[in-house]
T-cell receptor, first 115, second 112 residues
């Protein structure tokens, strides 16, 4: 596609459920980032992939959060046993270049609401 | 403590007026600074990216400035339009670091 695509756009989960959020980056983009954005705040870094390698996962808030990018393209962010504090918009971004230098393109985000 | 602080938190201006948004950072060693525009319910869209050696960069009615000595940046919007209503986010990257630090953003509302 022309841009970064995320699905679902909206997800409502009951507390304790597992959720999976998908990101389709721009074709050929090496770098892929996941961010968490609370209401009225700027995005907070979660994790970074270079191709299929997860080079940095220091931002993942707990071991309930897991991300993968097995073939270096599509990525999935999984949240197990969701809690209310997980409610946020989860943004995915990709870049053709290495970290910190290239233009960063964001998806529209997946808004997660945990009841 | 967030390493990128933006001000004001929110701003309301009339259509056609100019405004300036501020970004102060403590991220070090500095690599680059970006300004993004984020419409409500959308992902951020890049406006400018500035490296250490750049003092000013324009993108249409948007002009960003950078003072790497004082670690300050500003985004000036000229002749504002209703479509400029959005959050403007400052993002600072450090060298050899995957972690781009995002400010909380300035929420701009342009009224007719």
């Amino acid at each position: 596609g022309a841009g970064v695509s995320q699905s679902p756009r909206y997800k409502v989960a009951k507390r304790g459920q597992d959720v999976a959020l998908r990101c389709d980056p721009i074709s050929g983009h090496v770098s892929l980032f996941w961010y968490q954005q609370a209401l009225g705040q700027g995005p907070e870094f979660l994790t970074y992939f270079q191709n299929e390698a997860q080079l940095d996962k220091s931002g993942l808030p707990s071991d309930r959060f897991f991300a993968e990018r097995p073939e270096g393209s599509v990525s999935t962010l999984k949240i197990q046993r969701t809690q209310q504090e997980d409610s946020a918009v989860y943004l995915c971004a990709s870049s053709h270049a290495g970290v910190g230098t290239g233009e960063l393109f964001f998806g529209e985000g997946s808004r997660l609401t945990v009841l | 403590k967030n390493q990128v602080e933006q001000s004001p938190q929110s701003l309301i201006i009339l259509e056609g007026k100019n405004c300036t948004l501020q970004c102060n950072y403590t991220v070090s060693p500095f690599s680059n600074l970006r300004w993004y525009k984020q419409d409500t319910g959308r992902g951020p869209v890049s406006l400018t990216i500035m490296t250490f050696s750049e003092n000013t960069k324009s993108n249409g009615r948007y002009t960003a400035t950078l003072d790497a000595d004082t670690k300050q940046s500003s985004l000036h919007i000229t002749a504002s339009q209703l479509s400029d209503s959005a959050s403007y986010i400052c993002v600072v990257s450090a060298h050899n670091n995957n972690d781009m630090r995002f400010g909380a953003g300035t929420r701009l509302t342009v009224k007719p």
